[in-house]
């Protein structure tokens, strides 16, 4: 489906809607949902596309996942409170186990990934070799 320029202008300007103080607000978001829907405006169906895609791009951006080699006795509170402090608030967080990463952390936010486990600096070692 095309979608119009005029089109992804509305959506981004619903997205801004939906934010406060950089959080996306669940409620907001199906309030606008269900207007639209409701209403059913020309393009309707075009715009909700491009909303939804907006969205999942927001809740990725701030979904972090924090992961170790070990079990963290605090299951990964104070790194999800470092992160957050730097960088904002998070719509989601994620703990995981990985014993393949032999040592250390991996912590992904969105698209950016630090990555300090002993795993990655092998496979670097690898790569220089």
């Avoid at 605090?74 to 719509?91: I, T, W």
């Amino acid at each position: 489906m095309k979608i119009n320029r005029e089109t992804r202008q509305n959506a981004k300007s619903l997205l801004k809607l939906c934010s406060e103080k950089g959080a996306l607000q669940e409620a907001k978001v199906r309030q606008i949902v269900k207007a639209i829907a409701d209403q059913k405006p020309r393009g309707y169906l075009a715009l909700l596309t491009r909303f939804q895609k907006l969205i999942q791009i927001e809740i990725s951006r701030s979904t972090v996942t924090v992961e170790s080699a070990v079990e963290l006795s605090d299951q990964g509170a104070s790194v999800f409170q470092a992160v957050e402090s730097k960088f904002g608030p998070s719509s989601a967080k994620h703990y995981r186990v990985l014993p393949d990463l032999i040592g250390g952390l991996r912590i992904t936010r969105g698209s950016d990934v630090w990555d300090g486990s002993v795993k990655a600096r092998l496979n670097a070692l690898k790569l220089n070799s």
